[in-house]
């Protein structure tokens, strides 16, 4: 894990993208041709447990922002969304019962019955 160069050592966001889920993030910007773009998780009030993370490929640079590299991947969190994924692991899965990005967050103290938000 390497640091950007805008920020110190020691910050950080406490989010940790797997090999599986660095991996799988490379092989889609190598896809889309891409390597300005960072893997932003966000976290925003919605859902029926009030919380939702988004996921997503982001080419912008908030005022805020903690930038963590894994494996050549950026992982950006905006400093609202951190304090809310600190511990928090992103994995990949692909098993035939399910496939995409997981998020196995220690602060989450429940979620709703789709799995789509917590609190």
Request: proline share 3%; aromatic share 6%.
């Amino acid at each position: 894990m390497t640091t950007s160069q805008n920020e110190t050592a020691t910050e950080t966001h406490g989010a940790t993208l797997t090999d599986a889920a660095a991996s799988k993030a490379k092989a889609l910007l190598e896809q889309e041709g891409r390597d300005d773009l960072a893997l932003r998780i966000a976290v925003q009030p919605g859902g029926c447990a009030g919380l939702r993370y988004q996921l997503f490929f982001d080419d912008r640079v908030l005022d805020g922002d903690i930038v963590v590299e894994f494996s050549g991947v950026k992982l950006a969190v905006d400093r609202m969304s951190a304090p809310y994924i600190q511990g928090a692991s992103i994995d990949f899965v692909d098993t035939i019962e399910k496939q995409g990005f997981t998020i196995d967050n220690p602060n989450a103290t429940g979620s709703c019955a789709c799995g789509d938000s917590f609190n």
